[in-house]
């Protein structure tokens, strides 16, 4: 990544990562619109389970989401992806999302668990999310992140 600031006359790349905060485990995207932001959080939280790298596009699930901010969108986004790849055994690639006001329109791309080739570190029966904020910052990134337990 370049130490450079940002201009604002490109976009950066929209990145995540899964980093401590207080002592908890959090999870954080970061991209040039709340969408972007929205759909590289999801794939940090994927990486506490399985390396994206690995999965392919065979499956795509939609996701509704309603609430009245961006940080109760950002809680029930969270919970959908966690709840698809416990219930149904999905692992996932990449996200899309697109938010309308107080809803989110989102859609993982992936397929079932294959053990051998996800080697999963951990398996997804529930998720504990806490502490989430989405926010802009003066250069005009998006960030969204919250604490995880998985």
Excluded: I, K, N
Aim: some cysteine; aromatic content about 6%; glycine content about 10%.
């Amino acid at each position: 990544m370049s130490t450079e600031p940002w201009t604002g006359d490109e976009s950066p790349p929209p990145r995540w990562e899964v980093f401590s905060r207080g002592g908890e485990v959090a999870v954080r995207g970061e991209g040039r619109t709340p969408e972007v932001a929205f759909e590289q959080v999801a794939l940090a939280l994927c990486t506490r389970v399985t390396d994206p790298s690995t999965v392919e596009v065979r499956e795509e699930v939609d996701v509704v989401c309603d609430a009245v901010d961006r940080e109760g969108l950002l809680m029930d986004w969270l919970r959908s992806v966690v709840q698809l790849m416990g219930s149904r055994r999905l692992r996932f690639r990449c996200f899309a999302v697109r938010l309308d006001g107080p809803r989110l329109f989102g859609r993982g791309y992936g397929e079932h668990l294959d053990p051998v080739r996800h080697r999963p570190s951990r398996d997804v029966r529930g998720v504990t999310l806490s502490g989430p904020t989405v926010r802009r910052s003066a250069d005009g990134r998006w960030t969204a992140e919250c604490e995880v337990e998985v």
